[in-house]
């Protein structure tokens, strides 16, 4: 061989093979080049099968690939494998590149090849920046859109909202915070075949070994202000929504001047089954039934003081929730508070053959108003131990990030001019303030539910006759 050009020539009959070396004289039998093609030959063999087994390997590890795209051609039994992104896989020229999906929303594409697996994350929130948890609001920023944009970069979404049958258990509003929501989706997978909770088993420990660190990974590209603080594996059929047996808000408020004792026995009159639509923003085009169960409603206090003025929280638990319906109930219980009302002025409003239209107040603000927890059965939500160091040592900076904020307000309130003691225009401000003060009662009302369903009814009528 050696770098020459030989030819094998095969004379039928004689079994005899002779060499040309590119002239037409015939050379006389050689049995050491047989020998040597022979090898050459066993050589080949054993190199191919090396690669066909390396080549199987590649594509197996491709098929769980999270930083590459992947397509296989079955043509005459080959494959072909097209674009890895970050290992610059082989590429097939002619063929056309894949169709990529898109989540409306989001610059993504949808690794919809790979393997799968429906879980629970428990989210936290520091809502004050954001509009509201869905998506659907008007305005950016939402923590959903946040939480789809470090799913996108993570490379965790197998497909759309729809087919990843996401569901979220509260939509908290504008400058609402949490510290238990819980959303369910499909998300990619280590495993090959990932299981799903169907018998039950939400939490077996062996079917997380090889799994990916969903918060970790999840918690690395996520905003300062929104973490995720556990997973759990859920069945098919769960959902954030419907499966949540009950809900926990607080409520946290200072507890100068207020009147805690009048408070308690206000909110004690909550728990049961009640119809609140006048503790409520009323939503009459799709919400017919207003009666829901408060479970407790009590106030404790936190162990947090601020110049003798102590921290309070209401606590409030229920299986489900109307809009606003908790801001409304601790506004009341705030005027009952502050002397300006009656405890029994919850029975009468929780009464709508007494009180048919709400009457106007102003419901209390949503800053202090934290999702506390979401229960469901048979979920225990698990974090690693690497990504709970790194959770804990997050928050804790957070708050020192927080303490210093405060500390330089504190500052600037050292530093304000002296107020002039005037006794006589502080007596003038009480006065005031409990004059301004129209009792509930008293005051002029919202329309009822049935004048809202007969507006709409009427206006549905007036959109008909007009389009026909």
Known sequence: M??????????????????????????????NLIGNLQSRLRLLQGRVKVLEEENSNLSSRLATCCCSERRMNFDDGSSSIEKSRKYGSLKDKTTK??????????????????????????????????????????????????????????????????????????????GVSSVGQVIALY??????????????????????????????????????????????????????????????????????????????????????????????KMDAANVHNYRRCIMSFDISPCDVRMEGNLLWAFNIEGSAFLWHQVRCMV????????????????DILLDPLRTPRKPQYVMASENPL???????????????????????????????????????????????LPITDDESLSDNRKIKKKICHVPLLSRPTEPSYEERRAKLNSSSKSS???SS
């Open 2 to 31: 050696d770098g020459a050009e030989h030819s094998l020539d095969y004379r039928g009959g004689t079994g005899a093979m002779e060499t040309t070396s590119g002239t037409d004289e015939f050379q006389p039998f050689d049995g």
């Open 97 to 174: 590149k894949k169709a990529v999906e898109k989540t409306p929303g989001y610059n993504t594409r949808i690794l919809d090849h790979c393997s799968k697996r429906y879980i629970a994350l428990k989210v936290m929130y520091f809502g004050r920046r954001f509009y509201g948890f869905a998506s659907e609001a008007q305005m950016e920023p939402t923590v959903e859109s946040e939480i789809f944009r470090a799913l996108d970069k993570a490379r965790l979404l197998v497909g759309g909202r729809k087919e990843s049958c996401y569901s979220r258990c509260g939509r908290t509003d504008r």
């Open 187 to 280: 998300l990619r997978s280590n495993l090959k075949d990932p299981p799903n909770g169907e018998n039950g088993n939400h939490n077996a420990e062996e079917h997380h070994d090889g799994e990916i660190d969903y918060v970790r990974v999840i918690n690395r590209v996520l905003p300062n202000d929104i973490r995720v603080l556990g997973w759990c594996t859920v069945p098919v059929g769960f959902s954030a929504r419907f499966s949540c047996l009950r809900r926990k808000y607080k409520y946290l408020f200072w507890g100068a001047n207020l009147n805690i004792s009048a408070m308690e026995r206000a909110g004690k009159k909550f728990v049961g089954e009640h119809d609140f639509r006048n503790f409520c």
């Open 331 to 346: 506004a009341v219980v705030f005027m009952v508070g502050q002397g300006l009302e009656d405890p029994d002025v919850v």
């Open 370 to 416: 934290v999702l506390h927890s979401c229960e469901f059965e048979g979920v225990k939500f698990r974090c690693s131990t690497d990504a709970g160091e790194a959770l804990q040592l997050h928050l804790s900076n957070e708050i020192r990030t927080y303490e210093l904020q405060a500390a330089i307000f504190k500052e600037a309130l050292l530093s304000c």
């Open 464 to 466: 008909s006759n007009t």
